[in-house]
């Protein structure tokens, strides 16, 4: 199961995004795969540290950087 990303449309130019927080640890990688083959190439995510490391997303950042 992927995290489902919800385009918002009516834009003038571009596409814009959300999705829920990915999913952590060993899936990190397969999720992110999965958002870039989407047509994903930004993320911004609004999680603190904490929770970054409670969800296991600790490496969601520079795994998103070397894609």
């Given at each position: ?38 047509g994903v190439d930004c993320v911004i995510s609004a ?21």
């Amino acid at each position: 199961m992927k995290t489902d990303i919800f385009w918002i449309g009516g834009l003038a130019k571009g596409r814009l995004g959300v999705a829920p927080r990915p999913r952590g640890g060993e899936w990190l990688d397969d999720e992110l795969r999965a958002w870039q083959a989407a047509g994903v190439d930004c993320v911004i995510s609004a999680l603190t540290p904490g929770e970054e490391t409670e969800l296991e997303l600790t490496r969601e950042g520079p795994t998103c950087r070397e894609s």
